[in-house]
Structure formats: C-alpha cells, structure tokens
C-alpha cells in the first residue's frame, strides 16, 4: 500500500531540494571535492543515522565534519579516542558542589562531550571496547546514564566516528555487531591532482571563508519526520530487501561466489538503512519517491562493513566492494 504526499510535505521536499543545494554551496567554500562523501553524510544526517569514516590522516576529515556543523548551526563536538581514555570522560561525571548560601554539598552531573549534535570520534579504534560501548550506547539509545539517572542528549544527535586504515598496532577494531550500529562506511580517498592544487592554494593563503547558516536544529528534526513519512512502492523495498539477503551464504538460492567469499551477511538493519538511505536520496534531489537506482546508490556504504568475507576471498585479494559491485551487477530490477 503506498501512501500519499500530502501538498505540505511536497512544498517541503521542494524547499529541502533547495537547502541541499545551499548546504553543498556553503561547504564547498571550506572542503574542496570530496562531494560524494558530503552527499552521504546529509542522506546519513537526515535518516537519523551514524557513520563510520575510513581514511588516512590528513584528508580534512574533521574539517569536513566541523564545517557541517557550523552550516547548519548545530554544536560540535570532537573527541579523541586514546588507550587511557574512559568512558566518564565520553558521556560525563558526577562532581561534589558546595552551596555557597547553605554550605551544603552535593553530587552534579558534569556533561561530557558527548552533549552535542554532531560529536566526532576520532580514531574510534585506538580505545578499549568499555569506552567504544560507552559511545555506542549513547548512539543507540540517545541517552546516558550516570550513577542511576537517565540524561536526554542534544537533538538532533549524529555521531561521525573515524578510523585510520593503516596503522592497526595498539588498537581495539570495532566487533561486528557494533560496526552494525552505523548506518554508512564511508572511504574518504586521496583528491585528484587538480582538487590537490586548488586545496594547496587555498589554505595557504590568507582565505577565510564565510559560511552562511542555511538549518537550524529545529528545522534539521522536521526534516527526519518527513524523511519517515516519505513513501516506497513495494518493488522498491522488495529489492532492498533481496539485495540484503543474497549476501547471506547459508540463504536459499545464495551465488556461489556468496558462498565462496563471505561468511557472514548483511542482517535486516542493512535492509532497513538500505531503504531509509534511498528515500532521503529521493527527497535530497526533490523527488516525492526513491526507486531502485536510490537503493543501488547507497548499497556500498550500508553494505561493505556488514559483510564478513573469509579467506578465500582475501587469498584472492576480493574486498566487500567487490562483491556488491558483482551483486548490484548481477541483481535484477
């Protein structure tokens, strides 16, 4: 059953059709290329969602991230994950405060970091799995709890956590059913030769870009509602929905390369993100609807970090993206 747009929605996806197209503007006044990245950060923004971003140091990842925030007017927050990091030091303590009138004493509540809309942890793996779990609770839950109380967080709340590809010595990575909790795996890659000398040019200038505030908070939270009241047509959700489970080994009817080079598949939260990834697609480029090029758009990003190849598949030097490009290829429409 697909349900009807009313005449508000659709003067609103019109208007997040011309926001998207400010909000890429602004950003692209600080961060030079990378529009494929800033595109599935919004679609992760606006779908209530997380990401993970794998890249190398120095490719303005947390510049990236910043700018974000300052383009839609909402508080960031960065936090580095080290070894002796705890998890307190991520979600906040309790402190003794003396009344100065009364000369009573007594327990506060101290807000950490992760009080903020968009927080990013950076370099997530170099901390233990207690101060990742702190984090990924927070994600899941919204909330915090400190010595028996609940604390609400900020809204909206996006977690941006970043991973360094190279350097594994000393690091914590992430259990699959953790990585299961961020909606995108996003690979921020090197920029091209010409982006390279545009970026050396302009921040080693005098340049300083003024960004214009396009959201705010408010207006972010109506945006998801209406991300939620978007319609799909059932082909479009079955699709999703069997590109999911064709990376399962053990499903009827799984390709032998399936069971060749995985292990383990996708489950239905990759289903779930795969639809919520097209509809905000969709409504992005004012369309009242996504179809089944909006599900194959996002398939990589929800995808890549739910599959679990084995070793044949790394004696043969096959990746996760390799495998979806041979699934997308070979599904049918």
């Known amino acids: 059953m697909v349900v009807k747009q009313d005449a508000s929605d659709m003067e609103i996806v019109q208007e997040l059709k011309k926001s998207h197209a400010e909000i890429i503007n602004e950003i692209g006044k600080v961060i030079i290329g990378q529009q494929k990245i800033i595109d599935e950060l919004l679609i992760s923004l606006f779908s209530r969602g997380h990401c993970l971003l794998v890249g190398v140091p120095g490719l303005a990842k947390t510049l990236l991230i910043s700018t974000v925030a300052r383009v839609l007017d909402l508080k960031f927050s960065r936090i580095q994950f080290t070894p002796d990091l705890m998890p307190s030091d991520i979600t906040g303590t309790e402190v003794i405060e003396e009344d100065q009138t009364t000369g009573r004493k007594a327990f506060k509540f101290v807000r950490g970091p992760v009080f903020a809309n968009i927080v990013l942890a950076d ?3 170099r901390t233990p799995p207690k101060t990742q779990s702190a984090l990924l609770q927070a994600m899941q839950e919204h909330e915090v709890s400190a010595s028996g109380e609940t604390h609400k967080l900020d809204e909206p709340f996006f977690v941006l956590a970043t991973q360094n590809p190279i350097e594994q010595e ?20 090197y920029p091209n030769e010409s982006e390279e000398e ?28 209406l991300v939620r009241r978007v319609p799909v047509a059932d082909n479009v959700i079955r699709y999703a929905v069997s590109l999911a489970r064709k990376t399962r080994p053990d ?17 239905p939260r990759a289903s779930q993100y795969l639809v919520l990834g097209a509809k905000t697609r969709a409504i992005l480029e004012g369309r009242p609807t996504p179809d089944i090029e909006d599900i194959r758009a996002v398939a990589k990003p929800v995808l890549r970090h739910r599959l679990v190849t084995n070793f044949n ?13 041979k699934l997308i290829g070979d599904g049918e429409a």
């Open 198 to 225: 545009e970026i050396v040019r302009s921040t080693t200038s005098s340049y300083q870009a003024d960004l214009k505030k396009v959201l705010d908070s408010k207006r972010i939270m109506e945006l998801q509602d």
């Open 313 to 325: 598949a790394e004696a043969e030097g096959i990746t996760a993206t390799h495998i979806i490009d």
């Open 251 to 267: 499903s009827n009817g799984a390709e032998k390369f399936i069971k060749d080079w995985i292990n383990w598949g996708a489950g």
């Open 170 to 189: 000393g690091t914590y990575p992430l259990p699959e059913a953790q990585l299961d909790r961020f909606m995108f795996n996003l690979w921020v890659d």
């Open 123 to 125: 370099e997530i793996n």
